[in-house]
C-alpha cells in the first residue's frame, strides 16, 4: 500500500482514507488546505492504487491493520484526526475498534460497519 504524505515537518498528524471507488487523490483539495499547517497521511488503498494495480483489495479488518501497522513502522504512536469517507469510515471505526494506535478524534464519515 504506498502512502502519500505531506507536511512532514508538521506536529499535528491527520490521517485521511478515501471511500470506494475513487483513489487517494479524491482529498487534494483537503491536502492543499492542510499541508502547511498538519502532516497529513493519505493511504493509497489496494484495489485503488494506479501505481501498484495489481494489488487487490482484501478487507476492511486487513487494510485497517496494515495502515495501524504502517504507522507505527513510521514511529507514529497518535493521530491527531482520522478521517474516513465511506469505506474509508468503515477502516476508521476498524482502527478504533483494535486500538494498534492511538487515536484523538475520529470522523467516520457515511461509514459502514464491517
Known amino acids: 500500500m504506498m502512502i502519500h504524505e505531506y507536511g512532514l515537518n508538521n506536529e499535528k498528524i491527520v490521517v485521511l482514507i478515501h471511500p470506494s471507488y475513487v483513489m487517494w487523490n479524491y482529498f ?6 492542510l499541508k502547511d499547517n498538519c502532516h497529513i497521511i493519505v493511504p493509497a488503498l ?3 492504487d494506479e501505481e501498484h494495480p495489481k494489488e ?10 496494515d495502515i495501524a501497522d504502517i504507522l507505527i513502522a513510521k514511529n507514529i504512536e497518535t493521530i491527531d484526526v482520522l ?3 465511506s469505506m474509508g469510515g468503515s477502516i476508521v471505526l476498524r482502527m478504533l475498534v483494535t ?3 492511538g487515536i484523538k ?3 467516520c464519515d457515511g461509514a459502514i460497519t464491517p
Do not use: H, M, Q
Not at 28 to 33: G, K, N, P, S
Not at 56 to 65: L, R, Y
Open 28 to 33: 487534494d483539495f483537503v491536502i492543499a488546505l
Open 46 to 48: 489496494p484495489g485503488y
Open 56 to 65: 487487490n483489495f482484501t478487507s476492511v479488518e486487513k487494510i485497517a491493520d
Open 83 to 85: 478521517y474516513g469517507c
Open 99 to 101: 486500538r494498534k494506535i
Open 105 to 107: 478524534n475520529a470522523i
